[in-house]
């Protein structure tokens, strides 16, 4: 086994619409002003950028990520990653009921040398770490939603 390699995935149940939730998500250069975690994204190109993590643990982590497949239509959104990160990500976001289930799903192999140097014996704070962070995502999409499309304008 590869202890640098990692699987996520989180279902969240909102109560929104689910293209308010695609509209969001779709932008990640606002994610700084909602999502305390994401520290800075910088865009690049019309579908690069670079993007800066850090939850609780004192590491950030640095990306460039690619959009690979931006649907509105299915409302998915995937991007590969490089950088102390390499592999993807990719945003579910379809109807339940009078809400929507929104699924995230990430695989990627850790490049940062601390945390390969430190994979198994701090894997279960790596993983801490990454639920924390997106528990605040969580939150954070939360406000953002019930701020209304004024939330989703730029901060």
């Known amino acids: 086994m590869d202890w640098s390699q990692y699987r996520f995935r ?20 606002h994610y700084p002003a909602w999502w305390p975690q994401v520290r800075e994204v910088r865009q ?13 643990l004192p590491y950030d982590l640095v990306v460039r990520a690619e959009s690979v497949r931006h649907d509105p239509r299915s409302r998915v959104l995937e991007a590969a990653m490089t950088g102390d990160l390499e592999g993807w990500f990719r945003w579910t976001v379809r109807p339940s009921g009078n809400g929507t ?22 894997r279960p704070f790596f993983l801490a770490n990454h639920a924390l962070m997106m528990r605040g995502g969580r939150r954070g999409l939360l406000a953002r939603l019930a701020a209304g499309p004024a939330g989703s304008q730029v901060v």
């Open 101 to 122: 289930h929104l699924l995230y799903e990430q695989e990627v192999v850790v490049r940062k040398p601390l945390m390969r140097l430190l994979a198994v014996p701090c």
């Open 10 to 29: 989180s279902a969240w149940r909102l109560d929104a619409e689910p293209d308010a939730v695609y509209r969001v998500l779709e932008r990640p250069d």
């Open 44 to 56: 690049t190109g019309d579908t690069t950028g670079t993007l800066r993590f850090r939850s609780v």
